[in-house]
């Protein structure tokens, strides 16, 4: 019984230097992989930034436009403020009893024949 008894050959080993060489890159790249995707988000994050503090001040401006014309609308519904600009700007005045409105017809109304109507 002293036979041989049929040797396993083993598949070649790595050593240890080139396992260590091996963990070594893949880490690197792990860390690498990690520190650009956090540049990347970061960047993402200050663009966001940007827009956010372009879109608020654009809000600003709105919300003082929209207050100003709120104002306007405001004094131009005041009916002091209607006859005051009725009567400064377009030189109206108060219709009295002796004051006539008349209705042209459109006979009397001149009009210009088609051919010499002035282009602008």
């Known amino acids: 019984m002293s ?3 049929p040797r396993r050959t083993r598949a070649p080993r790595l050593s240890w230097r080139v396992g260590r060489f091996v963990s070594f890159v893949v880490l690197v790249i792990l860390v690498v992989g990690t520190g650009l995707y956090q540049v990347h988000e970061r ?4 663009q966001l930034g940007y827009v956010l503090d ?3 001040f654009e809000q600003r ?3 003082e436009t929209n207050k ?3 104002l306007a609308l405001s004094a131009h519904k005041d009916p002091n403020a209607v006859r005051t ?3 400064e700007r377009l ?3 108060a219709a009295t009893q002796t004051d006539e409105f008349r209705v042209p017809d459109d006979k009397a109304v ?3 024949p088609e051919g010499e109507v002035d282009e602008p």
């Open 3 to 5: 036979g041989t008894a």
């Open 43 to 46: 960047h993402k994050l200050i």
């Open 54 to 56: 372009a879109d608020r």
């Open 61 to 63: 401006r709105m919300l």
């Open 68 to 70: 100003r014309l709120r």
């Open 85 to 87: 600009i009725a009567k």
């Open 91 to 93: 030189g109206m005045r």
């Open 110 to 112: 001149p009009t210009a």
